[in-house]
């Protein structure tokens, strides 16, 4: 293994700092000068910078560093940068005819003791000399000259430089940089999204994600879709591999990490996407977490790395779920991270990135350089938008004005229905196959080279193509809409590029008729459940939802369900990442069907029936209960079964005790006021004085065997709306027994300890309109000045 900061192959490393614009090279240069020589460097704005690029003030302290100049005096020192675009450029004393007639009015001006001349080309010892002697001639006292293979030695052997400026792992050979562990699993890394790297801007966000995770080995990164949360966590495991020899392990679920975290390798870095649900809130996931964030953090706390991502939407839905079990380390604000609260200037230089790595001619560039300024202030700002905006695939048809541009970057989510319209039938057949194929984690997409089963054969067939014409279109869509990815057993598949091109292919096929039966019968029994609904026309569609099943389907949808609810349930083969299929289905028919679609189901599950009256306490959070409600409003529930559940309501009243038949109040009136008349209501407040409140001594003891000391306590919830039922009904006595016994049964279990230690999970601040930190523009130089270059 090599030392911190050994250059590890043979000959000097060489970045193709050319690939970079002109301000971030000088962002650059100001980061390699602070980090290396420990300075104080100003970088300053691009705007009345009096002809200096950044500036220092103070004596120097030198290092002993590689590369550190030791012979610089006390200042003042003046920091330029001369950047060019060409690769393999030399840089001649003519280029700085301007900044040698700069130089005198700063050495005038008292401002420029010492000239520090930074630049990616290259510099020969004749020009060199000659640049040298003009500075002096001007009056410059000591003047010093830096090129673009002093810069890449510097990069090479400072890991903590590469840590805080990550992109440069993509600029050049890394074999030359990493030790073998690091460059292998750095190389797998940078190898499932290598444009990511390229086109990546050190954010707010991403240094306050990297000092978390240096300092407290967890982050949490939140935002909306298509704003880089994923992005950011790749490069915090390069960044991780290269600076603590980390081995990166992408895990899907908490249940995972705990399995896979080994307390004798110090050095793991756990990345986990969309921690809480893909699309939408997966209530399983966060119970998963709940329960394993006190293991979670004792491999943090034993040297682990973890990072998690959520979409903000989704995060706040788990929230609630999290609170009463979650670890006290997330007190911490500074371990959450809003990946969208981003500065303009991080706007542009990312709508920059992406235009420079895209495919647009340069004459398109010019003609939509005077806008790209605009473009970046378009709210909300989405890096998704900015990478599709460099790509022809998405801009053939697109207005270069202001308007236009603006718009694209705005709603491009709206303007996608467009594009998938223009695209030929080999390609939707393609696009169709690789949103039918993903089996999620299990089979991400498809297959390369590509193998056909009979559905996927059908999809194909139906959307009007053949498997070499799939083939052809599937390498032509590469880049934009999708592309190549490796699994860790080296399977290459296709994927789409980015969530949000998969959403709106989705939305886009529910105006493909021939096209959306196919997909319904691809996709796999989870993505049906967490991904889709049977929703009225006119109901609002929440987030996350990636298609909404018209009615035309409803009988095939029902037939899928139904038999997804009939399934076995192997728990030990499928527990940590999906809901029980019985559970999960009769979730979906309460939340994400209309009663329309529940006549088909019923007549698809005939054996439903008898599962709706096996709910258990407590009633009100058993989702058969509520289902029950729905079908008899919509006249699908027998008399016969409605006086099964009222039997089974009986029980569990007494026996648990399980008060949600009370629904005393407003906001409690859903389920048992549907399906208890008042007659069967006053039947059961006798049955619980007859049944009940005779043994409250001695069941009370029972109760007491499970309890804990948690706030919430289903036993105390009962006790108390029975006391005050019965009371607000003049039954002074049964009303006394109740308070009686909840006094009793709360002060023995507040002596127990709770199930797990309470937290308050720190508060985010959300900037989804970007426009926080928003600087007008001013006179200065254009960020995307040398964009058409």
Request: proline letters at 5%; hydrophobic letters at 40%; a negative charge.
């Amino acid at each position: 293994m090599s030392s911190a900061g050994e250059v590890t192959a043979v000959g000097s490393p060489r970045f193709t700092l050319h690939t970079l614009g002109w301000r971030a090279f000088q962002d650059l240069c100001a980061a390699v000068l602070r980090e290396v020589w420990g300075q104080s460097v100003q970088a300053f704005a691009d705007s009345n910078d009096g002809g200096r690029d950044g500036a220092f003030y103070g004596t120097w302290q030198p290092f002993s560093d590689t590369g550190d100049v030791r012979d610089v005096p006390a200042g003042p020192f003046v920091l330029q940068c001369k950047h060019t675009k060409r690769a393999d450029a030399t840089l001649a004393p003519s280029e700085l005819e301007d900044e040698f007639d700069k130089v005198s009015a700063l050495v005038k001006r008292g401002v420029c003791g010492t000239y520090v001349l930074l630049t990616n080309a290259r510099v020969t010892g004749t020009s060199e000399e000659e640049i040298r002697r003009r500075l002096r001639t001007s009056g410059v006292a000591h003047p010093l000259v830096l090129d673009g293979q002093w810069l890449s030695d510097m990069i090479a052997t400072h890991r903590r430089l590469r840590m805080f400026v990550p992109r440069v792992y993509g600029l050049g050979d890394l074999s030359q940089i990493l030790d073998e562990r690091a460059y292998t699993q750095t190389s797998v890394l940078m190898a499932s999204a290598p444009e990511q790297v390229a086109t990546f801007v050190v954010t707010g966000a991403y240094r306050k994600a990297a000092r978390a995770l240096r300092d407290h080995g967890f982050v949490l990164l939140l935002g909306d879709p298509a704003v880089g949360k994923s992005v950011i966590a790749l490069m915090l495991a390069i960044s991780a591999a290269d600076n603590w020899g980390c081995a990166s392990i992408k895990a899907r679920t908490s249940e995972e990490l705990v399995q896979r975290w080994n307390p004798h390798e110090k050095g793991q870095f756990f990345w986990l996407d969309d921690a809480f649900g893909a699309v939408r809130h997966e209530e399983h996931l966060t119970h998963s977490w709940a329960r394993d964030l006190p293991h979670v953090m004792s491999a943090v706390e034993n040297g682990a790395r973890v990072v998690l991502t959520s979409r903000s939407y989704i995060y706040n839905e788990a929230r609630p779920l999290l609170k009463p079990y979650a670890y006290p380390r997330l007190h911490e604000q500074h371990v959450t991270v809003d990946v969208a609260d981003l500065t303009r200037e991080e706007r542009q230089q990312i709508l920059y990135n992406h235009l420079a790595a895209g495919d647009q001619p340069l004459d398109v560039r010019a003609q939509m350089k005077p806008h790209l300024e605009a473009a970046a202030d378009a709210a909300p700002f989405r890096p998704e938008a900015a990478r599709r905006l460099g790509l022809q695939a998405f801009t053939s048809s697109l207005p270069r004005t202001r308007q236009g541009i603006t718009t694209f970057m705005s709603q491009s989510q709206q303007l996608l229905n467009d594009v998938y319209d223009q695209l030929d039938a080999h390609s939707h057949a393609a696009l169709a196959l690789t949103y039918a194929t993903a089996r999620d984690e299990t089979v991400p997409g498809v297959p390369n080279p590509i193998v056909l089963d009979a559905s996927a054969r059908d999809i194909v067939e139906q959307a009007g193509s053949t498997r070499a014409s799939v083939s052809k279109a599937l390498a032509v869509l590469a880049g934009s809409f999708l592309r190549l990815n490796t699994s860790a057993d080296g399977q290459e598949y296709w994927a789409f590029h980015h969530p949000t091109l998969r959403e709106g292919f989705a939305a886009w096929l529910t105006t493909q008729p021939h096209l959306l039966p196919i997909v319904l019968t691809g996709m796999t029994d989870q993505a049906l459940l967490s991904r889709t609904d049977c929703l009225g026309r006119d109901s609002k569609q929440s987030e996350g939802t990636l298609l909404r099943i018209p009615p035309s389907l409803y009988k095939q949808a029902a037939q899928r369900l139904a038999a997804i609810r009939a399934r076995p349930y192997g728990r030990l083969e499928t527990w940590q990442h999906h809901l029980p299929p019985e559970e999960a289905v009769l979730s979906y028919l309460v939340y994400r069907s209309c009663d329309t679609f529940l006549r088909p189901y019923m007549a698809a599950d005939p054996q439903l029936n008898e599962a709706l009256v096996k709910f258990h306490s407590p009633a009100e959070y058993d989702s058969r209960t509520t289902l029950l409600a729905r079908l008899h409003q919509t006249g699908l529930l027998s008399e016969d079964l409605r006086q099964r559940a009222i039997d089974r309501m009986k029980y569990l009243a007494v026996s648990s005790p399980d008060a949600s038949w009370i629904e005393d109040k407003d906001w409690q009136k859903k389920v048992w006021h549907l399906l208890l008349t008042e007659e069967e209501r006053e039947q059961l407040f006798e049955h619980v004085r007859q049944k009940l409140v005779p043994r409250l001594a001695d069941v009370v003891g029972e109760w007491l065997s499970d309890a804990t000391g948690d706030d919430d306590d289903p036993v105390d919830d009962a006790l108390f709306w029975y006391y005050l039922a019965f009371d607000q009904q003049g039954d002074d006595d049964a009303a006394a027994e109740f308070d009686h016994a909840r006094d009793f049964y709360n002060d023995e279990r507040r002596s127990r300890p709770p199930s797990n230690d309470t937290w308050e999970p720190a508060t985010t601040n959300n900037h989804g309109d970007q426009q926080g930190r928003h600087q007008p523009p001013g006179a200065h130089r254009s960020l995307f000045d040398d964009i058409d270059q």
